[in-house]
């Protein structure tokens, strides 16, 4: 992409981000649309993440152990996967997979309706298009995912504690409170304030996408694809700078 082109892109998205903050508190509020979003946002990627979830806990587990064991620390294998999937790998791979999933949706969506000009249909029937579509898919995104990560979190633990047992026996309450007594407040916290813009950011971008398709059918494709992508990129970065943000405030 060009140099001059992405800076128009920034600008585009920077005003369409304006727009979602201006709108988001101008009545009327379609709090129906909301709540079907918000369903749909959820039951949809909530197979998918728990099934990532649950993977990511054993693959993790069963990677980890003979490291572990090298050094005789054997014991701390159920605190470290709680720690890595709660801090990091649960909240990052939940984002990517609704990036992938709703995110492409949305932009698929929101672009048939423009390439079929129901969004200019919406407009003549004096609909706000950009609320009824944009608000409430984005205000669903962002309240979704951290349901979604702490679902994730939680499968991942039970995929860790299926790990741990293939080799091993532990028992669920010597497992559990490993993973309690290892899970503090600075770990839980930043992870979930972060999924509120990992959610904001794939929402957003959706919307934008498929609200500003063009060149007809072609251009569903390449809104649901460049969804996904930039969303993704958006991700690891929003995820890079909470990281630094953590870490000076010595979290």
């Given at each position: 992409?060009?140099l001059?082109?992405?800076f128009?892109?920034?600008?585009?998205?920077?005003?369409?981000?304006?727009?979602f903050f201006?709108?988001?508190?101008?009545?009327?509020?379609?709090?129906?649309e909301?709540?079907?979003?918000?369903?749909?946002?959820?039951?949809?990627?909530?197979?998918?993440?728990?099934?990532?979830?649950?993977?990511?806990g054993?693959?993790l587990?069963?990677?980890?152990?003979?490291?572990l064991?090298?050094?005789?620390?054997?014991?701390?294998l159920?605190?470290m996967?709680?720690?890595?999937?709660?801090?990091?790998?649960?909240?990052?791979?939940?984002?990517?997979?609704?990036?992938?999933?709703?995110?492409s949706?949305?932009?698929?969506?929101?672009?048939?309706?423009?390439v079929t000009?129901?969004?200019d249909?919406?407009?003549?029937?004096w609909t706000n298009?950009?609320?009824?579509l944009v608000?409430?898919?984005?205000?669903?995104?962002?309240?979704?995912?951290?349901?979604?990560?702490?679902?994730?979190?939680?499968?991942?633990?039970?995929?860790?504690?299926v790990?741990?047992?293939?080799?091993?026996d532990?028992s669920?309450?010597?497992?559990?409170?490993?993973?309690?007594?290892?899970?503090?407040?600075?770990?839980?916290?930043?992870a979930?304030?972060k999924?509120f813009?990992?959610?904001?950011?794939?929402?957003?971008?959706?919307c934008?996408?498929g609200?500003?398709a063009e060149?007809?059918?072609?251009g569903?494709?390449?809104a649901?694809n460049?969804?996904?992508?930039f969303?993704?990129?958006?991700?690891?970065?929003?995820?890079?700078?909470?990281?630094?943000?953590?870490?000076?405030?010595?979290y």
């Amino acid at each position: 992409m060009p140099l001059s082109n992405f800076f128009v892109e920034i600008t585009s998205l920077t005003m369409f981000t304006l727009r979602f903050f201006k709108e988001l508190f101008l009545p009327p509020y379609e709090i129906n649309e909301f709540i079907k979003q918000s369903v749909n946002i959820g039951y949809r990627s909530v197979a998918l993440v728990g099934i990532t979830g649950f993977i990511i806990g054993l693959v993790l587990t069963i990677q980890s152990r003979p490291t572990l064991a090298k050094f005789g620390a054997e014991s701390l294998l159920a605190a470290m996967v709680a720690v890595s999937i709660v801090r990091e790998i649960g909240p990052v791979i939940t984002a990517l997979i609704v990036a992938g999933k709703v995110g492409s949706g949305i932009g698929a969506e929101l672009s048939s309706m423009k390439v079929t000009e129901q969004i200019d249909a919406m407009q003549v029937s004096w609909t706000n298009p950009f609320k009824y579509l944009v608000v409430t898919r984005v205000l669903a995104a962002t309240l979704m995912l951290p349901l979604l990560v702490i679902f994730s979190d939680a499968i991942g633990i039970f995929g860790a504690f299926v790990g741990v047992n293939l080799k091993g026996d532990v028992s669920a309450n010597l497992f559990i409170t490993q993973v309690f007594q290892s899970l503090e407040f600075k770990d839980l916290m930043p992870a979930i304030v972060k999924t509120f813009f990992f959610g904001f950011a794939i929402g957003l971008i959706g919307c934008y996408k498929g609200y500003n398709a063009e060149n007809g059918t072609e251009g569903v494709g390449k809104a649901a694809n460049s969804a996904v992508v930039f969303a993704s990129l958006v991700v690891f970065i929003i995820d890079m700078v909470a990281v630094q943000i953590t870490s000076l405030l010595q979290y």
